[in-house]
């Protein structure tokens, strides 16, 4: 019998076997194949088809011009210059620790920091993300020069704020820092995105719409290592407004220099506009330390710091106004008729009432005081009679007329109403009734009464400009394209309706403290220019004053009066009108009409501050 088949049946067998499992293989394997093909076409197409594009066509945002800041005059005080910034597309990262530790050798890189960034922007993976702002030309240069190893990391070149000259008016300028996430959630920044700096304190927060512009962007063809091959389209960003200040640069300068190392504020301003030519606030901060993301470390030493450097101390300081705010008491004794001005008081140094005896500054008394010279030299004990004549419900009415108790209504925002207390006021507050000694503390400014330089400036302006109080304001202009959009008016706030003839009584009397030889500010005096004004004292704490004072040490700093000088030149056709408040400065006449002094003279005579030789140079990128 011939065989079939060289195999022996069971072989036969065990290939058919085999051949029937290896065609199931194959035809599972194609039919694998067929569905991963249909899964990835029409399941999954689309979204590999956008990430495709995405890895080839990517968008980059164009930040716009940060509008610039100048002064009244036209000098630029806050531009941009450039800033290399470093990014990472989440996307192109594979190894994110390794990356971290590669760009840690490479530039100064809080990796805590770059970690969350990149967390958080996994969300969109193709958007670049912020890891570091302002790299130094040294970590420029050595991650430029690793780039071809750093994938997903990129560098853009942004315009970055410049504050030309450091401290000057922070308090006023302001500041930027990083949008946080409830403001972006707010929907109120509709043109900023995660990581822009937006304004956080000042001009810079109060006109970040106008000041911020609008964000351009550009459509790019990139190569598989995220390198940009060409431009595809482009929408160029719209810059910001431009704003001028109506501060004086070089009187703003001077009058920083003249608190340094002190603690306390300057407010200058044009008496027939409110327009505030000089407004300094000691101790200050560096805008530009924001910029770059201040290190938490100095972030807790600045709001910590018992100096308080980020306080406007210009309007929202309140202090008692001591002496100065006999301009108000003698003024309502005037208007209500209740005061012959030349009435003589008999001061012998002290004021009795009840058991307590109040004393005069002049422990051995002034002798005879009639208007005139109880302004000119001060006299507290003609004051205390005359406050309680009036009660403190009627000097409260003329310090409200004076703008006191009120907020001023600064453009700005942020500034304090200061108080006035009246009889109803105590009762409401404390639930006990007024008493008859703080009526006579309250008359030399202290008691409850507290007051911003701003407030002061603004009612010596109104004593000499006629009766009239103005809302004060730091912005003059906006303007665009080379073109004025926005001028600011003068806004007249409220008139005060004295009787002239009472206004010229004040008037004389305070011309009389300048330039009389008995005259409490007789230290503000300039040679050529009528200066009118007036000292005040503010007492801080009395009794541990008092009690240093018996056991004949040293008051300490802490403990040591206000200073005060209010101040209007030339008194005949008033055109500045000054408030000086130094902090535990001592006495108004020895520590404050100097500094106004000296700030009259430079703004009438031109010798203005020169330069303080640290202008910075300025860089490209303005706009």
Known sequence: MKKSSSFEPHTAEIFNNRLKLVSLLVVFVFFALVFRLWYLQLIKGSEYRIKSENNRIRLQDIPPFRGMIFDRQGDLL?????????????????????????????????REQALQRLSAGRKYPFRPVLIKRDLGWPELARVETNLYNLPGVMIQVKPQRNYLFGKFASHVIGYLGEISETQLASGRYPDNKRGDLIGKYGVEMCWQKQLNGFRGGEQVEVDAAGRKLRVISRKPPVSGANIA??????????AEECLNGKKGAVVALDPGTGEILAMASRPAFDPNLFIRGIDPKEWRRIVSSK????????????????????????????????????????CNGSYTVGRRSYRCW????????????????????YFYKLGRRLGVDKIAEYAERLGLGHRPGFDLGMDKPGLIPTTRWKLKRWGIPWQPGE?????????????????????????????????????????????????FKPVLKRRLNAKPENLELIKYALVGVVNEPRGTGRRAKVKGITVAGKTGTAQVVTLEKEKIAKAGGEVPPEFRDHAWFVAVAPAEHPRLAIAV??????????????????????????????????????????N
């Open 78 to 110: 806050v531009d941009n210059r450039p800033s290399y910034d470093m990014y990472i597309i989440p996307e192109d990262v594979q190894d994110k620790d390794k990356l971290l530790d590669n760009l840690g050798e490479l530039a100064d890189l809080d």
């Open 245 to 254: 200040l109506t501060l004086d640069k070089d009187l703003q300068i001077l």
């Open 307 to 346: 100096d308080s450097p980020l306080q406007n101390r210009a309007i929202a300081g309140q202090y008692p106004p001591g002496s100065v705010f006999k301009i108000v008491v003698a003024l309502a004794g005037l208007e209500e008729g209740i005061l012959d001005p030349s009435e003589e008081v008999f």
């Open 362 to 381: 002049k422990r051995g008394g002034h002798g005879p005081m009639a208007l005139h010279d109880a302004l000119v030299q001060s006299c507290d004990v």
């Open 439 to 487: 009526t006579i503390s309250t008359s030399i400014g202290q008691s409850y009464v507290l007051v911003t330089p701003l407030q002061m400036a603004l009612m010596i302006a109104a004593i000499f400009n006629g009766g009239v109080l103005y809302q004060p304001q730091v912005i003059k202009w906006v303007g665009k394209d080379g073109r004025m959009i926005r001028e």
């Open 581 to 622: 408040l130094v902090e535990n400065g001592g006495h108004g006449g020895s520590a404050a009409a100097p500094i106004a002094g000296r700030l009259i003279e430079a703004y009438f005579t031109g010798k203005r501050v020169a330069d303080a030789g640290t202008r910075p140079q300025q860089t490209g990128l303005t």
